[in-house]
């Protein structure tokens, strides 16, 4: 539950009022061709005394790298590790070199780490530190349109993007001191600090078209399709309003809550396109790039548990439970949560407890806001010790399961607005009482997805390729979306296509 086992870890304790709010894969024996030739321009190349050739030692020169360095490390742990794939990784040193060969800034080395992470997502840090997601990877359909991403984001390093947001958060910082200290006991300052260092996070949206202007023009250079990054932008949109009515929104690590891809910005990008030439003019590389990602990892990854459906599995804890009809999981790195009918939302994470130490103690230890002490009862599920519990708070009412496995305690948190009073105690329990350990067979038999490609046969539809698909629901508009394609577009006989599989 990205990571479950973290949280356990770390013994978090959640109120319930969270409920109502809403290694690194370098590419470095790849890229060290085009890496030497910049670093021959640059003067970074070391001296007589011979060190390695290595990212690092080529960028010890640029002032800016310490920013990058000191991040990289946090931005890991933020992102799940890094994820190696040499196959992966030979793809994108392929499309690393052709921008660098191009690049306004012909002194930056350029170092890219493919994050772990199923969230679409691509960013720089000062210093020539490229990030990318394999769920942007997965999500791209061909070389050009990584080139655009990639290309956007060399574009914020080369105009210095990174280090004038740092300028303005440390700006922000000495004022949110004196704030902070004005307003430390008032819920709504300490908010509304929060909000506008997110806000900070983010580049402004004049920044953004700089980077596109910039990247469209790197990616054009290089060859490439141009119009890949206006291609890639209407992707990405189709995914957020497929992702919203999946009800599993979680912006804070995506891509897409700071690059909208507004019908302004799109036109935008044709427009630097166009001086390139017509659409079709450059290079797609579509071949070489679903070669490149075969295979790859999709959605979860075990250490986080799976989600199949309805069904959440954890093969590492050896535990999994089930959502009712209509519901949605989402498997974020705090908890796993899950939305449904009537403004339902369930909570499941997991604390460690001594195992002296009593479930209905716990319940009553105060982490549960407006509890209704009269409502405790003890219970079994699945022949596990199991304590559930009422409470209320504001307009809702909530429905607490605590299940003690070992020395970790499970907890289901189920919300619904009072008005559904009555329904929240048959919703949690169809929910909890589904909770079991996984068998040794089972965890097994757990596999990850994988993006797998196929070529498409003659007879072959849309909807046929789809139903090869497993682990995910819709699948028919999740395999349109995947391959860019529109709601009546047919298949090309001989064509690649994505699919998901184990």
């Known amino acids: ?125 000062p210093g020539g530190y490229l ?19 990639l290309a956007h984001e060399m574009g914020h390093v080369t105009a210095n993007h990174g280090i004038e947001r740092q300028k303005r958060e440390e700006a922000a ?54 119009f890949a ?77 799976y989600v199949r459906n309805r069904s959440f599995y954890h093969p590492g804890l050896g535990i999994t439970f089930q959502v009712p009809q209509g519901f949605v999981i989402d498997n974020t790195a705090e908890a796993v949560l899950a939305t449904g009918p009537g403004d339902t939302a369930i909570r499941f994470d997991g604390v460690a407890l001594a195992q002296n130490s009593g479930l209905v103690d716990y319940i009553k230890s105060g982490w549960i806001g407006g509890l209704d ?12 010790e199991a304590v559930s519990a009422r409470a209320a708070g504001g307009e809702y009412v909530f429905d607490v399961t605590v299940i003690r496995v070992g020395d970790q305690v499970y907890r289901f948190l189920t919300a619904l607005p009072a008005a559904s009073d009555a329904s929240v105690g048959q919703i949690a329990g169809t929910v909890a009482n589904s909770f079991r350990l996984l068998s040794p067979a089972e965890k097994e038999s757990l596999k990850p997805l994988r993006i797998r490609i196929l070529t498409a046969a003659a007879g072959d539809t849309p909807q046929s390729l789809a139903n090869r698909m497993t682990g995910v629901d819709r699948k028919l508009e999740m395999f349109q979306l995947l391959n860019e394609l529109g709601p009546t577009t047919p298949l090309q006989a001989g064509e690649r296509y994505k699919i998901i599989g184990e």
């Open 1 to 125: 539950m990205g990571s479950i086992a973290r949280l356990l870890a770390r013994g978090t304790a959640l109120g319930l009022s969270l409920m109502l709010l809403g290694a690194c894969t370098t590419i470095e024996s790849g890229l060290q061709e085009a890496a030497d030739s910049e670093a021959l321009k640059a003067g970074y190349m070391p001296g007589p005394t011979r060190e390695p050739i290595t990212f690092e030692n080529l960028q010890k020169a640029d002032p800016q790298s310490s920013i990058g360095r000191s991040q990289h490390p946090k931005i890991l742990a933020a992102y799940g590790g890094a994820y190696s794939d040499p196959k992966l990784e030979q793809t994108l040193a392929g499309i690393v070199g052709r921008l660098a060969a191009v690049t306004d800034d012909p002194n930056r080395i350029y170092r890219i780490t493919v994050l772990n992470s199923p969230n679409v997502n691509a960013f720089a840090l």
């Open 131 to 149: 990030y990318v997601t394999r769920g942007l990877l997965a999500l791209a359909n061909d070389s050009a349109e990584v080139a655009a991403v």
């Open 173 to 226: 910082e000495i004022a949110g001191r004196v704030v902070s200290e004005v307003l430390s006991s008032d819920a709504a300052g300490r908010a509304a600090l929060a909000r506008g260092r997110l806000s900070l996070a983010s580049f402004s949206r004049n920044q953004e078209l700089q980077a596109d202007a910039l990247g469209i023009r790197q990616t054009g250079r290089a060859g490439y399709d141009a």
């Open 229 to 305: 990054a206006s291609r890639f932008l209407r992707a990405m949109d189709s995914y957020s309003h497929f992702r919203a009515a999946f009800q599993a929104d979680n912006p804070d690590l995506d891509f897409l809550a700071s690059h909208p891809a507004a019908p302004q910005r799109v036109e935008l990008a044709e427009r630097h396109a166009r001086e390139f030439g017509m659409n079709g003019t450059g290079l797609r590389d579509r071949d070489r790039y679903l070669s490149g990602i075969d295979g790859m990892l999709f959605g979860d990854s075990a250490v986080e548990g």
């Open 373 to 384: 002490v009269g409502s405790i009862r003890e219970l079994r599920i699945s022949g596990l």
